[in-house]
Nanobody, 124 residues
Framework: QVQLMESGGGSVQVGGSLTLSCAVS?????????MGWFRQAPGKEREGVAG???????SYEDSVKGRFTISQDNAKNSVSLQMNSLKPEDSGMYYC?????????????????WGQGTQVTVSS
């Protein structure tokens, strides 16, 4: 029903910026899904980073608020994550995800679909 493909990962220095993109292929209207970004560092649990609902409302994990910006482009069927002022603790595998349920924020999101992930490495 939904296929996701991330791109834009890479290696940057502390304080740098990086933009991740997620191409979305769907069999249901785009507006029916809560889109989000998750990340997971080696040996740590996966955590929600940012989410955006069908009304354009955004939500962020506290540690990235003010530094990351999630956006969506319905015409291009894509979701982006602009990351600024990157820190070493931001490093990890980043996943694009879609929730077809009732979640309205990243904190409540339980994704039904996942992308393959894109690696982000921030060096000090």
């Amino acid at each position: 029903q939904v296929q996701l493909m991330e791109s834009g990962g890479g290696s940057v220095q502390v304080g740098g910026s990086l933009t991740l993109s997620c191409a979305v292929s769907k069999s249901k209207p785009y507006s029916n899904y809560l889109m989000g970004w998750f990340r997971q560092a080696p040996g740590k649990e996966r955590e929600g980073v940012a989410g955006i609902n069908f009304d354009g409302e955004v939500s962020y994990e506290d540690s990235v608020k003010g530094r990351f910006t999630i956006s969506q482009d319905n015409a291009k069927n894509s979701v982006s994550l602009q990351m600024n002022s990157l820190k070493p603790e931001d490093s990890g595998m980043y996943y694009c995800a879609a929730d077809s349920g009732w979640a309205s924020t990243i904190a409540a999101m339980a994704p039904d679909y996942w992308g393959q992930g894109t690696q982000v490495t921030v060096s000090s």
